[in-house]
């Protein structure tokens, strides 16, 4: 598989997208001023226990408590590692032959409170677990992992695990023998699926470097006070260069220099065998719009898509859960009705695995597929979705067709998703509809003015937007809005007017029935 990443880099945020095959699957970004903080290590301060939920809140300095459960105190056992471990899609083998020789059984957790493990003003060492989504508040656990390149960190465990994706039984031996090998006594670890294949010397090597980085961490914990952020993931570019280095066809292309000499150092220390990996992209359009993605990420926003074949799926998102409706559309097919359900079925099922990624879904999914009669349809149909869903480097988990004909999935979730990232609640309707937020707007007005101001040098140029927007781009954006001018040495502005609509970016201030309104793109 082809894989290719594009990662652009401006004033306002870090975006990547990952291609596979020429076909965009993943589309992340990173504004500025808000990193992710999922994988973050905090020093936090216990402040209140919670007996009949068996919980605590914790205060990790981030302004809103974060949530503790009793079962993210005490060490899992391998079993609760299914839940408590999901990184980057991998979950640990959970067999017995999986399992570190001195655990040949479960041990059972011990029957304890949360008011026997903690009390109101103590210190721990946690981490975030899911990021605050709307009115909830951040998740932590204290059964901390530290992943690297070949290997996970487990400070809390002596165990040793082997990625399921992994499916040679020989190489997941030769892991697990290199595993318990390479264990430290206090510690425990999981190989990685980048880890196939790959020497025990590198591998030792990764997890020495893990030690230390924990070793760091505790230093700086005990010379700190709670609450503390003790240690931070890394950014977008570096991550996403981290989980897709055992691609050997996997190409990056970068378009700041800094960021290219960045990334062409850290895959040089994890790959020195691949010289070419990044490259820096130097063409005068923008990377991303060049290559078609700023329209493909305008098409995620919208509800209904429509498959090759003349069908469309139809998704809504909802507090509680995802609800994706499949319809055969203008298909009507050749022969039987049953022969077109089933391709109309599984062509959406492809798509729908596809859609889950770019658009970041999580939770429960509910997907109603068109009704079909004979059961061997249904098992295909489940099968292929399956196979789809294995790309996925979240956790997904198919539960199988309810009594009613509906398929109910899991996606694992832990930061919000694409449309609830770059829309708000509208101001119009005030009910359940989404606009673009003003912060966005206000990125793609300064976007415009710049591809403005490049296309025609020396013009002064004024930008009419909502006053909400324009609010947005001088208190939060003003240094970028300098730095525009003095690169032209003209008078640009972004002005509100109240007669826009918040999703508009105008030339002039005054709507006219011949004046077309800019199709920007994000």
Known sequence: MNTRVLVSIDNYETRAAILENSVLTEYLFERNEHRRMNGNIYKARVCSIIPGMQASFVDIGLGRNAFLFVTDVVAPTWSGYRDMLELDGETTELDEEEIDETWHHDVPLPDLSIEDLMKEGQEILVQMEKEPIGDKGARVTANISLPGRFVVLLPNSRHVGVSRKISSLEEKQRLRDIGKQILHEEYGLILRTAAEGISAELLQADMEGLVRQWERIKRSSDESRAPALLYHEMGLAQRILRD????????????????????????????????????????????????????????????????????HIVIDEAEALTVIDVNTGKYTGDRDLEETVLRANLEAGQEIARQLRLRNIGGIIVIDFIDMKQKENWDTLIAHLESFLQKDRAFTRVLGVTDLGLVEMTRKRVHKSLGRSLCQACPYCRRDGMVLSAQTMAIKALRRLEAITDEQPGKSVTLYVHPAVAGQVHQEFGSSLEAIRAKTGKDVDVVGHEQIHFEEIRLKPVAASSEAVLNLSL
Do not use: M
Request: hydrophobic share 35%.
């Open 244 to 311: 897709c280095l055992n691609h050997d066809s996997a190409e990056f292309i970068v378009d700041s220099p800094g960021l290219y000499e960045q990334l062409r150092d850290y895959a040089h220390v994890l790959r020195p065998d691949l010289d070419c990996l990044v490259t820096l992209y130097e063409g005068r359009a923008p990377l991303l719009r060049a290559h078609g993605i700023e329209s493909e990420v305008e098409k995620l926003l919208e509800r209904k898509v429509w498959l090759d074949c003349g069908g």
